[in-house]
């Protein structure tokens, strides 16, 4: 993870911060008949959020989409994921592919898991094509103690006629907070990072 990365999320804790810190000091002036005063306060607060998402829309147009190589690892704080190897074999008019994944945790004392991870092979025009079920297969969002390191295996199915050009690891459900924080991967306008196929 980059350290530039660990700033863009400490300003966010800060604005969330200073944004919750402004709306009770609006509510606190509401509250004592200053309704100038608060509205002032949530005009200002409600420019500064602006600007702030504003700039996190223009990081990510401006931003090309990271590509790894295998091996190569992407983290969300202290938990990673890596496209260790890939294989493929023809199958009538399909492709069948197998991923060997390692996910590992940079924790130094807490045990951590990653919720809501899927796994994608995706073609040159930008097809995505999900895991296949397998009740068999260790979940993704196995719980890691400091350290550890888990392998885990997904196959995939594309038709004979898609190019599998890369693979994707993302986040699926939950609160888009990667919207709000500068530089994130997978933001409203940025693709998540992809692992070049050899």
């Known amino acids: 993870m980059s350290p530039y990365w660990m700033i863009f999320e400490l300003l966010f ?3 969330v911060l200073a944004t919750i810190v402004a709306l009770a000091t609006a509510a606190f002036q509401a509250i004592r008949g200053q309704r ?3 509205l ?3 005009s200002v607060s409600a420019m500064s959020l602006a600007a702030y ?3 996190c829309c223009a990081s990510t147009l401006l931003t090309p989409r990271r590509v790894l190589d295998l091996q190569e690892p992407e983290c969300f704080d202290d938990w990673c994921v890596q496209l260790d190897a890939i294989n493929k074999s023809a199958s009538g008019s399909s492709t069948n592919y197998t991923a060997t994944i390692r996910i590992f945790s940079q924790a130094k004392r807490v045990s951590q898991r990653e919720n809501g991870i899927a796994f994608y092979l995706e073609d040159d025009l930008g097809h ?25 295996t997904r196959g995939f199915q594309l038709p ?3 190019h599998a050009a890369g693979f994707v690891a993302t986040h699926q459900g939950g609160f888009p907070i990667g ?4 530089g994130e991967n997978q933001s409203l306008f940025h693709k998540e990072a ?3 196929l050899p």
């Open 13 to 15: 804790i800060l604005i």
């Open 36 to 38: 100038r005063k608060s």
């Open 40 to 42: 002032r306060i949530l």
């Open 53 to 55: 998402f504003a700039i």
């Open 128 to 152: 995505r094509y999900p895991a296949i079920p397998n009740l068999s297969d260790i979940p993704s969002n196995a719980l890691l103690q400091p350290g550890e390191s888990v392998t885990l």
């Open 160 to 162: 004979s006629t898609a």
């Open 179 to 182: 919207w709000f924080i500068i």
């Open 194 to 196: 992809i692992w070049r």
